[in-house]
Structure formats: C-alpha cells, structure tokens
C-alpha cells in the first residue's frame, strides 16, 4: 500500500489562498506567476499544502515506494520563491545562463522576484522541467 503523501492537492480556492498566505506586497507578482504558469503549462492552480501546483503525476520507484505529487509550481518562502518541478531537465544551463540572478536546489530554482529575471528563460524552465517529467511519468489535470 503507497504511504500517503504530506503535501497533497486541495479544493482551496486560488484567490482565498493567496489573500491569506502570501505577503500583501506580493500578491501581484503571485498572480503573474499564477498566470504565467497556468500559460505554460495548459493546467489550472492547484493548492498543494504551502504550494501553487500546475499538473499532477503518480510514480511508483523500483523500491516499491509510490505517490503523487504536482508536476510544476512554485511558494513563496520568506526571501525567495521556490520554482518546483526541474528534476532530469536535460539543457537546464541554457536557459539558467539567460535567467539572472538565482540559486539552484536539488530539484528546485530560488529567485528573489519575478520582476528580476529573464521571462523567457523562466518559461523555458517552466516548459523544459515539466517535458522532461511527462518523459517519465504520465503528467495529467490536477
């Protein structure tokens, strides 16, 4: 039997959530990022415990051990947001060179502002991660 997930999708509706839980002073770059990534993805907002997700994927690792979780998104932390969903993205340098100033995690992206980085890049990034994940596991509507 799979073990059942922390962070999963949620009914929360998108405008509650973002009134609540993101800074004041940020809820416009929230809804452009809501925006951008409901455009490069084809997928509509989903609330995924402290997440804004866009698509969803089920996988089971050879260990046995399987799950779901979003394909793509992004949260607000107290100095960056988290862009989730780049594991396996083959030709990430390219636009990561065009994007500006961030940091790279494991699996995820820290920017300090949408406003700072190179929009293109950033939907490349968007588009390259969730291609890569469609590769592996089937990427379906939360």
């Known amino acids: 039997m799979p073990a059942i997930a922390k962070t999963q999708a949620s009914d929360a509706d998108i405008d509650s959530y973002l009134h609540t839980k993101v800074p004041a002073h940020r809820h416009a770059e929230a809804r452009a990022l809501v925006q951008l990534f409901e455009q490069e993805t084809g997928f509509r907002a989903v609330i995924w ?33 988290s862009i989730y969903g780049l594991a ?28 700072t980085v190179n929009q293109d890049a950033l939907r490349a990034i968007i588009r390259g991660g969730l291609t890569a994940l469609a590769k592996r596991w089937p990427v379906t509507s939360a």
């Open 88 to 115: 396996g993205f083959d030709g990430l340098e390219v636009p990561l060179q065009a994007l500006g100033k961030h940091r790279l995690g494991k699996s995820c992206l820290y920017i300090k502002s949408v406003d």
């Open 49 to 81: 415990g402290a997440m804004i997700g866009f698509g969803r994927y089920e996988y089971t690792y050879q260990s046995g051990h399987s799950g779901e979780s979003l394909a793509t998104g992004f949260a607000f932390r107290k100095t960056d947001i």
